[in-house]
Protein backbone atom coordinates (compact mmCIF):
# COMPACT_ATOMS: atom_id res chain seq x y z
CA UNK A 1 0.00 0.00 0.00
CA UNK A 2 1.30 3.82 -0.58
CA UNK A 3 2.51 6.05 1.83
CA UNK A 4 -0.91 8.05 3.90
CA UNK A 5 1.82 10.85 3.91
CA UNK A 6 1.43 14.03 2.76
CA UNK A 7 3.38 14.68 -0.26
CA UNK A 8 2.42 18.30 -0.37
CA UNK A 9 3.77 18.95 3.47
CA UNK A 10 6.13 17.09 4.72
CA UNK A 11 6.67 17.13 8.47
CA UNK A 12 8.03 19.97 10.17
CA UNK A 13 9.94 19.20 13.61
CA UNK A 14 12.79 20.49 15.18
CA UNK A 15 16.07 18.68 13.84
CA UNK A 16 16.18 15.35 15.73
CA UNK A 17 13.09 15.58 17.06
CA UNK A 18 11.69 11.92 17.68
CA UNK A 19 8.08 12.71 16.71
CA UNK A 20 9.57 12.30 13.20
CA UNK A 21 10.68 8.60 13.63
CA UNK A 22 6.62 7.82 15.52
CA UNK A 23 5.41 9.72 12.35
CA UNK A 24 7.01 7.51 9.69
CA UNK A 25 6.31 4.38 12.06
CA UNK A 26 2.69 5.12 12.20
CA UNK A 27 2.84 5.95 8.23
CA UNK A 28 4.24 1.96 7.83
CA UNK A 29 1.66 -0.04 10.22
CA UNK A 30 -0.96 2.07 8.42
CA UNK A 31 0.66 0.42 5.11
CA UNK A 32 0.95 -2.90 6.76
CA UNK A 33 -2.32 -3.12 7.45
CA UNK A 34 -3.50 -2.34 3.86
CA UNK A 35 -5.43 1.13 5.18
CA UNK A 36 -6.25 3.68 2.55
CA UNK A 37 -6.55 7.29 3.71
CA UNK A 38 -10.00 6.91 3.14
CA UNK A 39 -10.44 4.68 6.43
CA UNK A 40 -8.55 6.53 8.64
CA UNK A 41 -9.36 9.26 11.06
CA UNK A 42 -6.40 11.08 12.68
CA UNK A 43 -7.12 12.92 16.04
CA UNK A 44 -4.82 15.17 17.54
CA UNK A 45 -4.88 18.36 20.32
CA UNK A 46 -2.53 20.52 21.37
CA UNK A 47 1.36 20.48 21.08
CA UNK A 48 3.91 18.99 18.78
CA UNK A 49 1.87 16.12 18.47
CA UNK A 50 -0.91 17.67 17.55
CA UNK A 51 0.62 18.88 14.40
CA UNK A 52 0.14 14.77 13.42
CA UNK A 53 -3.06 15.02 11.74
CA UNK A 54 -1.59 18.25 8.96
CA UNK A 55 0.60 15.60 8.07
CA UNK A 56 -1.51 13.01 6.64
CA UNK A 57 -3.46 12.62 3.66
CA UNK A 58 -6.25 10.78 6.05
CA UNK A 59 -9.76 12.45 7.77
CA UNK A 60 -8.26 14.23 10.67
CA UNK A 61 -9.91 16.63 13.65
CA UNK A 62 -7.67 19.00 15.78
CA UNK A 63 -8.93 19.86 18.76
CA UNK A 64 -8.81 21.31 22.22
CA UNK A 65 -5.85 20.38 23.91
CA UNK A 66 -6.50 17.00 26.70
CA UNK A 67 -9.40 16.00 24.84
CA UNK A 68 -8.12 14.26 21.49
CA UNK A 69 -9.89 10.84 22.98
CA UNK A 70 -13.20 12.67 23.63
CA UNK A 71 -13.66 13.62 20.07
CA UNK A 72 -12.03 10.20 19.28
CA UNK A 73 -14.72 8.52 20.86
CA UNK A 74 -17.73 10.26 19.19
CA UNK A 75 -16.58 9.74 15.97
CA UNK A 76 -15.73 6.17 16.56
CA UNK A 77 -19.35 5.68 18.00
CA UNK A 78 -20.86 7.45 15.08
CA UNK A 79 -18.69 5.95 12.41
CA UNK A 80 -17.17 2.95 13.29
CA UNK A 81 -15.80 1.65 10.32
CA UNK A 82 -13.17 4.25 10.20
CA UNK A 83 -10.00 3.19 11.90
CA UNK A 84 -9.96 5.93 14.81
CA UNK A 85 -6.07 6.87 15.70
CA UNK A 86 -5.46 9.62 18.69
CA UNK A 87 -1.93 11.31 19.42
CA UNK A 88 -1.88 13.32 22.46
CA UNK A 89 1.72 14.45 23.98
CA UNK A 90 2.37 13.33 27.95
CA UNK A 91 1.34 17.70 28.41
CA UNK A 92 -2.45 16.42 26.82
CA UNK A 93 -2.68 13.49 28.59
CA UNK A 94 -1.99 14.98 31.91
CA UNK A 95 -4.49 17.79 31.04
CA UNK A 96 -7.07 15.25 29.99
CA UNK A 97 -6.61 12.55 32.91
CA UNK A 98 -9.63 11.88 33.00
CA UNK A 99 -10.73 11.14 29.69
CA UNK A 100 -7.26 9.12 29.26
CA UNK A 101 -8.66 6.89 32.50
CA UNK A 102 -12.96 6.76 30.82
CA UNK A 103 -11.39 5.45 27.87
CA UNK A 104 -9.12 2.92 29.71
CA UNK A 105 -12.48 1.33 31.37
CA UNK A 106 -14.59 2.18 28.33
CA UNK A 107 -12.73 -0.02 25.71
CA UNK A 108 -14.21 1.27 22.47
CA UNK A 109 -11.98 0.51 19.73
CA UNK A 110 -9.62 3.26 18.93
CA UNK A 111 -5.29 3.77 19.54
CA UNK A 112 -4.15 6.04 21.44
CA UNK A 113 -0.35 6.66 20.92
CA UNK A 114 1.14 8.81 23.69
CA UNK A 115 4.39 10.45 22.01
CA UNK A 116 6.08 10.59 25.32
CA UNK A 117 9.09 13.32 25.65
CA UNK A 118 8.58 14.28 29.34
CA UNK A 119 7.62 18.38 28.57
CA UNK A 120 5.47 20.24 27.34
CA UNK A 121 7.59 21.02 24.32
CA UNK A 122 5.82 23.33 22.18
CA UNK A 123 5.27 25.78 24.89
CA UNK A 124 8.65 26.31 26.10
CA UNK A 125 9.60 23.20 28.38
CA UNK A 126 7.38 23.02 30.90
CA UNK A 127 7.13 19.76 33.23
CA UNK A 128 4.61 17.72 32.30
CA UNK A 129 2.87 14.83 33.98
CA UNK A 130 5.84 12.35 33.18
CA UNK A 131 9.01 14.26 33.64
CA UNK A 132 11.83 12.82 35.58
CA UNK A 133 12.28 14.20 38.97
CA UNK A 134 15.58 14.53 38.46
CA UNK A 135 14.96 16.51 35.05
CA UNK A 136 15.45 20.41 34.17
CA UNK A 137 13.21 21.65 32.67
CA UNK A 138 12.02 25.15 32.15
CA UNK A 139 9.36 25.09 35.29
CA UNK A 140 12.62 24.82 37.24
CA UNK A 141 11.80 22.85 40.22
CA UNK A 142 8.05 22.18 40.39
CA UNK A 143 8.82 18.71 38.51
CA UNK A 144 11.08 17.48 41.81
CA UNK A 145 8.15 17.86 43.62
CA UNK A 146 5.68 15.79 42.02
CA UNK A 147 5.91 11.81 41.10
CA UNK A 148 5.72 11.36 37.27
CA UNK A 149 3.11 9.31 35.82
CA UNK A 150 3.79 6.00 34.86
CA UNK A 151 1.70 5.61 31.99
CA UNK A 152 1.16 1.86 31.06
CA UNK A 153 0.09 0.96 34.73
CA UNK A 154 -2.44 3.46 34.94
CA UNK A 155 -3.75 2.45 31.57
CA UNK A 156 -3.30 -1.35 32.59
CA UNK A 157 -4.94 -0.57 36.10
CA UNK A 158 -8.24 1.33 34.57
CA UNK A 159 -8.53 -1.35 32.48
CA UNK A 160 -7.28 -0.96 29.25
CA UNK A 161 -6.64 -4.04 27.27
CA UNK A 162 -3.80 -3.33 25.13
CA UNK A 163 -1.03 -1.65 26.92
CA UNK A 164 2.31 -1.12 25.05
CA UNK A 165 5.43 0.52 25.92
CA UNK A 166 8.09 1.45 23.26
CA UNK A 167 10.26 3.88 21.95
CA UNK A 168 11.54 5.26 18.86
CA UNK A 169 14.86 3.80 19.14
CA UNK A 170 12.83 0.10 18.85
CA UNK A 171 13.33 -1.16 15.51
CA UNK A 172 9.44 -2.84 15.93
CA UNK A 173 8.34 0.27 16.53
CA UNK A 174 5.84 -0.38 13.41
CA UNK A 175 4.94 -3.60 13.52
CA UNK A 176 3.65 -2.35 17.28
CA UNK A 177 1.52 0.28 15.91
CA UNK A 178 0.08 -1.79 13.72
CA UNK A 179 -0.56 -4.49 16.37
CA UNK A 180 -2.41 -1.59 18.19
CA UNK A 181 -4.50 -0.62 15.40
CA UNK A 182 -6.13 -3.64 14.27
CA UNK A 183 -6.96 -4.58 18.02
CA UNK A 184 -10.33 -4.78 18.82
CA UNK A 185 -10.88 -2.46 21.77
CA UNK A 186 -8.81 0.73 23.03
CA UNK A 187 -5.37 0.00 22.40
CA UNK A 188 -2.48 2.46 24.09
CA UNK A 189 1.27 3.16 22.51
CA UNK A 190 3.38 4.95 25.17
CA UNK A 191 5.76 6.04 22.77
CA UNK A 192 9.01 7.63 24.39
CA UNK A 193 11.32 9.84 22.27
CA UNK A 194 13.11 13.11 22.79
CA UNK A 195 12.10 16.78 22.80
CA UNK A 196 15.41 17.50 21.00
CA UNK A 197 14.06 21.39 21.10
CA UNK A 198 12.93 22.11 25.22
CA UNK A 199 14.59 18.83 26.81
CA UNK A 200 17.48 17.18 25.54
CA UNK A 201 19.69 20.84 25.57
CA UNK A 202 18.90 20.60 29.23
CA UNK A 203 19.05 16.82 29.98
CA UNK A 204 22.12 15.43 27.87
CA UNK A 205 22.16 12.19 29.44
CA UNK A 206 18.56 11.51 28.99
CA UNK A 207 19.14 8.88 25.89
CA UNK A 208 20.74 6.28 28.06
CA UNK A 209 18.46 7.45 31.16
CA UNK A 210 15.47 6.79 28.77
CA UNK A 211 17.20 3.70 28.03
CA UNK A 212 18.01 2.89 31.07
CA UNK A 213 14.33 3.39 33.15
CA UNK A 214 12.93 1.54 29.96
CA UNK A 215 14.91 -1.55 30.94
CA UNK A 216 13.94 -1.05 34.92
CA UNK A 217 9.88 -0.92 33.96
CA UNK A 218 7.56 -3.44 33.76
CA UNK A 219 6.94 -4.93 29.93
CA UNK A 220 3.52 -3.83 28.77
CA UNK A 221 3.96 -5.37 24.65
CA UNK A 222 0.19 -5.65 24.00
CA UNK A 223 -2.99 -7.56 25.44
CA UNK A 224 -3.42 -7.21 29.43
CA UNK A 225 -4.87 -10.54 29.94
CA UNK A 226 -7.41 -9.43 33.03
CA UNK A 227 -8.69 -6.53 30.96
CA UNK A 228 -10.31 -8.24 27.76
CA UNK A 229 -13.68 -7.99 27.55
CA UNK A 230 -16.25 -6.78 24.66
CA UNK A 231 -15.56 -3.69 22.73
CA UNK A 232 -17.58 -0.83 23.76
CA UNK A 233 -19.59 0.52 20.62
CA UNK A 234 -20.67 -3.32 19.94
CA UNK A 235 -21.58 -3.91 23.23
CA UNK A 236 -23.61 -0.59 23.14
CA UNK A 237 -25.14 -1.46 19.65
CA UNK A 238 -26.52 -4.75 21.37
CA UNK A 239 -28.35 -3.06 24.29
CA UNK A 240 -29.64 -0.33 21.86
CA UNK A 241 -30.59 -2.55 19.13
CA UNK A 242 -29.19 -0.26 16.55
CA UNK A 243 -26.20 2.08 15.82
CA UNK A 244 -25.62 4.45 18.88
CA UNK A 245 -26.36 7.66 17.02
CA UNK A 246 -29.64 6.81 15.44
CA UNK A 247 -32.16 9.12 16.52
CA UNK A 248 -35.73 7.73 15.96
CA UNK A 249 -37.06 10.32 12.90
CA UNK A 250 -40.72 12.12 13.55
CA UNK A 251 -42.64 11.42 10.26
CA UNK A 252 -44.33 14.23 9.30
CA UNK A 253 -48.36 13.19 8.72
CA UNK A 254 -50.57 16.10 9.15
CA UNK A 255 -50.47 19.28 7.30
CA UNK A 256 -49.30 22.14 8.90
CA UNK A 257 -52.46 24.05 10.88
CA UNK A 258 -51.08 27.61 11.05
CA UNK A 259 -49.12 29.24 8.28
CA UNK A 260 -47.24 31.74 10.78
CA UNK A 261 -44.82 31.37 13.14
CA UNK A 262 -46.67 30.86 17.14
CA UNK A 263 -44.67 31.74 20.30
CA UNK A 264 -46.08 29.23 23.14
CA UNK A 265 -44.55 29.47 26.56
CA UNK A 266 -45.30 27.03 29.35
CA UNK A 267 -44.95 28.33 33.56
CA UNK A 268 -45.02 26.60 35.97
CA UNK A 269 -43.17 24.97 39.47
CA UNK A 270 -41.04 22.02 39.08
CA UNK A 271 -42.78 18.55 39.30
CA UNK A 272 -45.45 20.31 36.99
CA UNK A 273 -44.03 18.38 33.88
CA UNK A 274 -43.77 21.82 32.24
CA UNK A 275 -40.92 20.89 30.41
CA UNK A 276 -42.43 17.12 28.97
CA UNK A 277 -45.39 18.90 27.98
CA UNK A 278 -42.99 21.45 25.85
CA UNK A 279 -41.39 18.44 24.44
CA UNK A 280 -45.13 16.53 23.65
CA UNK A 281 -46.14 19.83 21.80
CA UNK A 282 -42.84 19.84 19.69
CA UNK A 283 -42.91 16.55 18.66
CA UNK A 284 -46.77 16.90 17.59
CA UNK A 285 -45.53 20.08 15.28
CA UNK A 286 -42.93 18.35 13.70
CA UNK A 287 -45.19 15.65 13.15
CA UNK A 288 -47.20 18.11 10.53
CA UNK A 289 -44.08 18.83 9.05
CA UNK A 290 -42.85 22.48 11.43
CA UNK A 291 -39.68 24.00 12.53
CA UNK A 292 -39.32 24.36 16.57
CA UNK A 293 -37.39 25.03 18.92
CA UNK A 294 -37.60 24.80 22.56
CA UNK A 295 -35.58 26.31 25.51
CA UNK A 296 -35.93 25.39 28.83
CA UNK A 297 -35.41 27.44 31.91
CA UNK A 298 -35.34 25.49 35.60
CA UNK A 299 -33.47 25.91 38.59
CA UNK A 300 -30.77 23.13 38.87
CA UNK A 301 -32.14 22.02 42.25
CA UNK A 302 -34.53 18.98 41.85
CA UNK A 303 -38.43 19.52 42.65
CA UNK A 304 -38.40 23.13 43.70
CA UNK A 305 -38.41 26.54 41.83
CA UNK A 306 -40.17 27.76 39.05
CA UNK A 307 -39.97 26.26 35.49
CA UNK A 308 -40.21 27.33 32.27
CA UNK A 309 -40.60 26.07 28.76
CA UNK A 310 -40.70 28.42 25.46
CA UNK A 311 -41.42 27.08 22.16
CA UNK A 312 -41.76 28.47 18.52
CA UNK A 313 -43.40 26.87 16.18
CA UNK A 314 -43.20 28.02 12.25
CA UNK A 315 -44.21 26.32 9.04
CA UNK A 316 -40.72 28.33 8.15
CA UNK A 317 -37.33 27.74 9.10
CA UNK A 318 -36.70 29.34 12.42
CA UNK A 319 -33.55 32.03 12.24
CA UNK A 320 -34.31 33.86 15.87
CA UNK A 321 -35.51 30.88 18.31
CA UNK A 322 -35.71 33.96 21.34
CA UNK A 323 -39.39 34.53 22.33
CA UNK A 324 -40.60 38.08 21.76
CA UNK A 325 -44.08 38.53 21.67
CA UNK A 326 -46.47 35.23 22.57
CA UNK A 327 -49.34 33.83 21.23
CA UNK A 328 -49.86 31.64 23.82
CA UNK A 329 -49.13 31.49 27.72
CA UNK A 330 -50.00 28.97 30.39
CA UNK A 331 -49.40 30.10 33.51
CA UNK A 332 -49.88 26.87 36.01
CA UNK A 333 -48.07 28.65 39.37
CA UNK A 334 -47.25 32.24 40.57
CA UNK A 335 -43.36 30.86 40.57
CA UNK A 336 -43.68 30.16 37.38
CA UNK A 337 -45.32 33.68 36.57
CA UNK A 338 -42.99 35.99 38.46
CA UNK A 339 -40.30 34.10 36.62
CA UNK A 340 -41.36 35.71 32.93
CA UNK A 341 -43.75 38.68 34.72
CA UNK A 342 -42.69 41.35 32.19
CA UNK A 343 -43.96 38.76 29.35
CA UNK A 344 -47.87 39.14 29.98
CA UNK A 345 -47.30 42.82 28.74
CA UNK A 346 -46.08 41.54 25.59
CA UNK A 347 -48.34 38.36 24.75
CA UNK A 348 -49.85 39.80 21.31
CA UNK A 349 -54.04 40.86 21.96
CA UNK A 350 -55.40 38.11 19.63
CA UNK A 351 -53.34 35.63 21.76
CA UNK A 352 -54.68 33.46 24.66
CA UNK A 353 -52.94 32.96 28.53
CA UNK A 354 -54.53 29.98 29.89
CA UNK A 355 -53.98 29.96 33.69
CA UNK A 356 -55.00 27.77 36.73
CA UNK A 357 -57.42 28.98 38.67
CA UNK A 358 -56.03 31.33 42.33
CA UNK A 359 -52.61 31.97 40.09
CA UNK A 360 -52.20 35.63 39.97
CA UNK A 361 -51.07 37.75 36.26
CA UNK A 362 -49.96 40.83 35.74
CA UNK A 363 -51.68 42.90 33.18
CA UNK A 364 -52.01 41.60 29.86
CA UNK A 365 -54.04 42.55 26.76
CA UNK A 366 -54.82 39.08 25.69
CA UNK A 367 -57.79 36.75 26.34
CA UNK A 368 -57.36 35.01 29.85
CA UNK A 369 -59.14 31.47 29.97
CA UNK A 370 -59.34 30.54 33.63
CA UNK A 371 -59.26 26.55 34.32
CA UNK A 372 -60.11 25.38 37.81
CA UNK A 373 -58.22 22.06 37.47
CA UNK A 374 -58.59 21.08 40.80
CA UNK A 375 -62.16 20.81 40.31
CA UNK A 376 -61.65 18.59 38.05
CA UNK A 377 -59.36 16.48 39.91
CA UNK A 378 -56.62 17.38 37.56
CA UNK A 379 -53.51 16.57 39.36
CA UNK A 380 -50.51 18.85 39.45
CA UNK A 381 -48.25 16.82 37.22
CA UNK A 382 -51.27 16.59 34.93
CA UNK A 383 -52.50 20.49 34.24
CA UNK A 384 -49.30 21.09 31.19
CA UNK A 385 -50.64 18.80 29.30
CA UNK A 386 -54.05 19.12 29.78
CA UNK A 387 -53.90 23.12 29.61
CA UNK A 388 -52.17 22.16 26.12
CA UNK A 389 -55.62 20.37 25.17
CA UNK A 390 -57.23 23.64 26.05
CA UNK A 391 -54.92 25.20 23.74
CA UNK A 392 -55.08 22.58 21.23
CA UNK A 393 -59.04 22.85 20.47
CA UNK A 394 -58.65 26.14 18.29
CA UNK A 395 -56.32 24.05 16.33
CA UNK A 396 -53.80 26.37 16.82
CA UNK A 397 -50.25 26.06 16.86
CA UNK A 398 -51.07 21.95 16.85
CA UNK A 399 -54.93 20.15 16.90
CA UNK A 400 -55.63 17.24 19.57
CA UNK A 401 -55.09 14.61 17.18
CA UNK A 402 -51.26 15.61 16.62
CA UNK A 403 -51.17 15.74 20.41
CA UNK A 404 -52.58 12.18 21.00
CA UNK A 405 -50.36 11.31 17.98
CA UNK A 406 -46.99 13.03 19.58
CA UNK A 407 -48.12 11.14 22.84
CA UNK A 408 -48.56 7.66 21.02
CA UNK A 409 -45.21 7.86 19.57
CA UNK A 410 -43.25 8.79 22.50
CA UNK A 411 -44.77 6.72 25.51
CA UNK A 412 -46.29 2.94 26.22
CA UNK A 413 -48.42 1.60 28.71
CA UNK A 414 -50.07 2.67 31.13
CA UNK A 415 -48.34 5.82 31.05
CA UNK A 416 -49.94 6.52 27.52
CA UNK A 417 -53.20 5.22 28.27
CA UNK A 418 -53.38 7.93 31.33
CA UNK A 419 -52.10 10.40 28.92
CA UNK A 420 -54.91 9.93 26.00
CA UNK A 421 -57.30 9.89 28.26
CA UNK A 422 -56.31 13.25 30.21
CA UNK A 423 -56.04 14.53 26.79
CA UNK A 424 -59.72 13.68 25.99
CA UNK A 425 -60.95 14.53 29.54
CA UNK A 426 -59.45 17.92 28.92
CA UNK A 427 -60.85 18.97 25.59
CA UNK A 428 -64.19 19.05 27.50
CA UNK A 429 -62.65 21.26 30.26
CA UNK A 430 -64.46 24.54 30.99
CA UNK A 431 -62.76 27.46 30.66
CA UNK A 432 -63.91 31.21 31.68
S1 LIG B 1 9.66 21.42 20.58
FE1 LIG B 1 10.32 19.34 21.06
S2 LIG B 1 8.54 18.07 20.58
FE2 LIG B 1 8.26 20.03 19.58
S3 LIG B 1 9.03 19.75 17.52
FE3 LIG B 1 10.68 20.60 18.74
S4 LIG B 1 11.79 18.84 19.48
FE4 LIG B 1 9.84 18.11 18.77
Given at each position: MPSLLN????????????????????DRAFQKLGLTASQV??????????????FFTTHALHGLHGRALTYGAGIKLAQPHLTVVVTMGDGGLGIGGAHFLAACRRNLDLTLLVLNNFNFGMTGGQFSCTTPAPASVASRFLNAMERPMEVCSVAAAAGAPFVARSSVCEKDLADLLARAISFEGFSLVDIWGLCTGRYLGKNPGAPQEIQNTLAGLPPYRGPVAQNLRREYASHYREHTGGAPWEVPEIQAQFRPPITERREVVL??????????????LAHAAVSAGMHVTQKNDYAITVMRGPSVTELIISPEPITYPGVERPDVVVALSEEGVRRRRELFARVKPEGRVVVAKGVA???TPASVLHVDFQAWSIKRRERALAALAVVARGGDPVT?????????????GKSLDSTLALLNRAETLPVG
Open positions: PDRPPAFCPGCSHEQSLHALVMVSDIGCSGLFDTLGTAGDRIISAGTLLPPGEMLENAAASTLR
